[in-house]
């Protein structure tokens, strides 16, 4: 609990577009108890309750994408119609790049098992039929007790409000894809490279790699090898999730990843400055992020950062 209102506290003085906390928080509780959210998000029947029009990409292997269907292996990248085209252009580059170097049995494990959707602040998650049962029933829009209680958060925030989740399809708001004057993260941190990293752990790597995952945050909280109230040291997912955004760059909040992105006093000015960093820290940590992201090719470069520039 007291982690809790710690995170709240911090981001409390964030200035942020939505006025809200990152949604970082429900993902761990919702993967940890089982929660409404968890449900929602891994029924594939729930595809065909609702009905929404779709648009859509495929990232392949080697950072392929199509717009398309083919008959290879692929990840599908929706946006809804609302979405710009470039932003689900900027949406299916980062996929692309995230997976591009990883290992082809991960690869292939994540094009059965994952999806990734981008919608609009004005649509909120809850239009993905996979979310469509946690968005707020007529009269409950300042409520959380009784009937509405399936709408909110464990905080008391609604879901509706949320400007992405993780889950067999990890969504997120356009504008944090964008990175634009209405990114509610103001240009700190790339939310699909985080919330897409969950997916991955979850659903992607093999019970071996997971273990690793485990017996390396074990370590790193035992011998306090990052700041131990970070939210990166709060379960082996955000450690996981915090690291794999320092990896690539794309996490400039030092607070939350507990100094994996901090070289001395400062933030790490480079993503080879930030993978060198972990590797002189954590290096059980280091060898799963090469091995899951660049099949232990670390020297290859990822091209993403917060702000993820398709041009690169």
């Keep these: 609990?007291?982690?809790?209102?710690?995170?709240?506290?911090?981001?409390?003085?964030?200035?942020?577009?939505?006025?809200?906390?990152?949604?970082?928080?429900?993902?761990?509780?919702?993967?940890?108890?089982?929660?409404?959210?968890?449900?929602?998000?891994?029924?594939?029947?729930?595809?065909?309750?609702?009905?929404?029009?779709?648009?859509?990409?495929?990232?392949?292997?080697?950072?392929?994408?199509?717009?398309?269907?083919?008959?290879?292996?692929?990840?599908?990248?929706?946006?809804?119609l609302y979405v710009s085209d470039y932003a689900h252009q900027v949406a299916a580059t980062t996929v692309a790049r995230v997976t591009k170097?990883?290992?082809?049995?991960?690869?292939?494990?994540?094009?059965?098992?994952?999806?990734?959707?981008?919608?609009?602040?004005?649509?909120?998650?809850?239009?993905?039929?996979?979310?469509?049962?946690?968005?707020?029933?007529?009269?409950?829009?300042?409520?959380?007790?009784?009937?509405?209680?399936?709408?909110?958060?464990?905080?008391?925030?609604?879901?509706?409000?949320?400007?992405?989740?993780?889950?067999?399809?990890?969504?997120?708001?356009?504008?944090n894809v964008l990175c634009n004057s209405n990114d509610p993260y103001n240009h700190q941190s790339n939310i699909l490279v985080h919330e897409f990293s969950h997916t991955i752990h979850t659903y992607g790597l093999s019970s071996a790699l997971k273990s690793r995952i485990t017996s390396a945050y074990a370590h790193a909280k035992a011998y306090s090898t990052w700041q131990d109230r970070a939210y990166s040291m709060a379960n082996e997912l955000e450690y996981f999730a915090e690291a794999s955004q320092s990896f690539f760059a794309a996490e400039k909040l030092s607070y939350s990843t507990g100094g994996m992105n901090t070289c001395g006093l400062a933030l790490c000015r480079t993503e080879a400055e930030e993978r060198q960093h972990i590797r002189e820290r954590d290096p059980e940590l280091y060898a799963i992020l090469s091995e899951v992201f660049t099949n232990n090719r670390p020297s290859l470069p990822g091209n993403l950062g917060v702000c993820t520039n398709i041009q690169a």
């Design 101 to 175: 170097h990883m290992p082809p049995s991960i690869f292939q494990t994540l094009t059965t098992h994952a999806k990734v959707g981008v919608f609009t602040k004005r649509e909120t998650l809850t239009i993905y039929p996979e979310y469509a049962s946690l968005a707020t029933p007529p009269g409950c829009e300042s409520s959380c007790s009784g009937h509405c209680a399936s709408s909110c958060t464990f905080d008391g925030r609604k879901y509706s409000t949320l400007a992405g989740t993780g889950g067999m399809r990890t969504v997120v708001v356009d504008d």
């Design 1 to 80: 609990m007291a982690l809790i209102v710690l995170y709240l506290a911090l981001w409390i003085t964030v200035e942020v577009a939505w006025t809200i906390p990152p949604p970082i928080p429900e993902e761990w509780i919702a993967l940890q108890k089982g929660s409404s959210l968890k449900h929602a998000a891994n029924n594939k029947n729930s595809l065909h309750r609702r009905g929404v029009t779709l648009k859509y990409k495929y990232v392949q292997s080697n950072g392929v994408v199509s717009s398309t269907y083919t008959s290879h292996p692929a990840i599908e990248v929706a946006a809804t």
